[in-house]
């Protein structure tokens, strides 16, 4: 009721429905943990198209895997990635090999005065230059230009370009140089350097130009050793390499793509794909593995390795064989890369066209700029299918497909109920939906009316999977229960401030074999 009835006339309340919707989560965003060109290390940023890839942290890399991989993402139907930029640090420290460095220059001949550095560490800080300028009828105020240059067949093109106006090197003043280029840049870090005198400044032609012998180019930056397995796997206590994604909640990614592990030993390997295995089941994710560059070579090979490798996980598959694209950055040759970041975007593009429980397989699942580097015969891939390894093959009209839709639990013999990719899949997508859209009954009082909404809001969500024909089963009864009541939750739960849900779906399995019967009928005769 109102709080108080104090006039006559109508009063109007609003009630609550007591259903609260819960919304799906997405399935296909992809996490990738890699050397790149550029990009801030240890930290997960989301890019939304190819095009901002190439903005953030430099597109192709020709000793990075994982640069690869994220254009055949987004080139196969790939829409959000996570990017986790890893460097590798050399052991001994002195090894011939640096850390990765930014690049940096001192504006002042003692380096007193003003330190610039680029962003983020690498080579490409060595294309960056800087010129500071004099503030008409200001002294103590200067101007700064920040340019990003290649020469192509000497000539110098401007990618990218920056003026920071009327700075100042006096701290606590508006204009503190540190402050608003620190603040404002894209490219540069400025650090003032005792006693803080205003850097050398440039002259200015009566058009406002700088000739060029003005502009002091920035140095030593360096990309850093390739990382190795400590490198991608990284620190949880420091947030680094793969535990990097821990950062990004309340987002979520659902697949998880590690290039460089298939260049690494096999011990190294191991070590990678066994945290990343753990990682992927403590977040409800799915870790796309790919083969090794070396070891696996054909499908004997390839057998033999998926048997010894002990990689056997709910939450993984591994696809064979590697791929073939053409390289912008040697002539458009071939190059052979992992499978993990095309059939990564295939998963996405599956997705969105027809949802998770759709296996990621099939005639439509073609590979878009890539084409497997074997060409598998039926027996071969099926020696390969069961022992849970999915294959890559080529067939005529319909050209290069995924063929395979295992889990790395999906041998026959292990006889595992997540033999199949999409009914793994499908399992994540609701456990994590249902935990992010179940919050809100924490703290509420644990009785029938909070059991009741409970069901009502699950049941509406599972209902909605039902009519996009998500389940098997002809009525909602057949397809799915929802079950949230005293026979779930006792006192004794209740008494420990435990609700209890229990949720269970008959999830749609792929045809793997179609079998043809024919019969012939004898003829007749009248």
């Known amino acids: 009721m109102p709080d108080a009835l104090t006039?006559?006339?109508?009063?109007?309340?609003?009630l609550p429905s007591g259903v609260r919707t819960i919304i799906g989560v997405?399935?296909?965003?992809?996490?990738?943990v890699d050397s790149f060109s550029r990009g801030p290390l240890d930290t997960a940023v989301q890019v939304t198209s190819w095009a901002a890839f190439e903005r953030v942290f430099g597109g192709l890399r020709a000793d990075s895997e994982g640069s690869y991989a994220v254009q055949q993402f987004f080139l196969n139907g790939g829409s959000t990635a996570w990017i986790v930029r890893v460097a590798g640090v050399p052991e001994p420290p002195d090894a011939a090999t640096p850390p990765a460095a930014p690049a940096a220059l001192s504006m002042e001949p003692a380096g007193k005065s003003l330190m610039v550095k680029a962003v983020d560490p690498g080579k490409w800080g060595n294309r960056l230059r800087v010129v500071a300028t004099a503030v008409a009828g200001s002294p103590k105020l200067f101007n700064l230009m920040v340019q990003e240059v290649v020469s192509t067949a000497g000539n110098?093109?401007?990618l990218e370009s920056e003026t920071f106006l009327n700075l100042s090197m006096v701290p606590g003043e508006a204009g503190f140089a540190p402050d608003v280029v620190n603040t404002g840049s894209r490219l540069v870090r400025l650090e003032v350097q005792p006693p803080g005198q205003l850097p050398t400044l440039a002259p200015v032609d009566a058009r406002g130009g700088v000739a060029d012998a003005a502009w002091k180019p920035l140095a030593g930056g360096t990309e850093g050793a390739l990382p190795d397995a400590k490198a991608l796997t990284g620190s949880p206590d420091a947030g680094t390499g793969l535990y990097a994604l821990e950062r990004i909640s309340p987002a979520i990614f659902n697949l998880l793509?590690?290039?460089?592990?298939?260049?690494?030993?096999?011990?190294?390997?191991?070590?990678?794909?066994?945290?990343?295995?753990?990682?992927?089941?403590?977040?409800?994710?799915?870790?796309?593995?790919?083969?090794?560059?070396?070891?696996?070579?054909?499908e004997a090979k390839m057998a033999a390795w998926v048997e010894s490798a002990n990689i056997r996980d709910a939450n993984a598959a591994v696809y064979f064989p590697r791929l073939s694209i053409p390289d912008p950055l040697n002539g458009f040759r071939l190059r052979t890369v992992g499978p993990s970041g095309t059939v990564a975007g295939i998963y996405a593009r599956t997705d969105a066209a027809r949802g998770v429980w759709k296996a990621p397989a099939g005639v439509d699942a073609t590979l878009a700029g890539a084409t497997p580097v074997l060409r598998l015969t039926d027996p071969e891939n099926g020696n390969l299918n069961p022992r849970g390894v999915n294959a890559l093959r080529t067939f005529p009209i319909y050209g290069p497909v995924v063929w395979?839709?295992?889990?790395?639990?999906?041998?026959?013999q292990m006889a595992s109920q997540w033999k199949y990719v999409p009914v793994r899949r499908t399992a994540l997508f609701i456990e994590?939906?249902?935990?992010?859209?179940?919050?809100?009954?924490?703290?509420?009082?644990?009785?029938?009316?909070?059991?009741?909404?409970?069901?009502?809001?699950?049941?509406?969500?599972?209902?909605?999977?039902?009519?996009?024909g998500a389940f098997q089963g002809?009525?909602?009864?057949?397809?799915?229960?929802?079950?949230?009541?005293?026979?779930?939750t006792t006192q004794g739960d209740i008494d420990r401030g435990i609700v209890n849900l229990i949720v269970g779906f008959a999830p749609l399995k792929p045809a793997e074999f179609v079998v043809l019967k024919l019969q012939q009928i004898a003829g007749q005769t009248s």
């Open 432 to 468: 994590e939906t249902l935990f992010q859209g179940l919050r809100w009954a924490v703290f509420e009082p644990n009785d029938e009316p909070l059991w009741t909404q409970i069901r009502m809001s699950v049941d509406d969500f599972m209902h909605g999977l039902f009519r996009q």
């Open 156 to 158: 110098l093109s401007v």
């Open 404 to 412: 395979g839709a295992r889990t790395l639990v999906g041998a026959d």
């Open 474 to 488: 002809a009525t909602p009864r057949e397809a799915y229960l929802v079950q949230c009541d005293a026979t779930t």
């Open 7 to 14: 006039y006559p006339g109508v009063y109007v309340q609003e």
């Open 257 to 298: 793509c590690l290039p460089r592990a298939s260049a690494l030993d096999s011990t190294g390997f191991g070590a990678v794909i066994s945290k990343a295995q753990a990682f992927c089941r403590t977040h409800r994710a799915f870790l796309l593995v790919d083969p090794p560059a070396k070891g696996a070579e054909d």
């Open 26 to 32: 997405g399935t296909s965003s992809t996490a990738f």
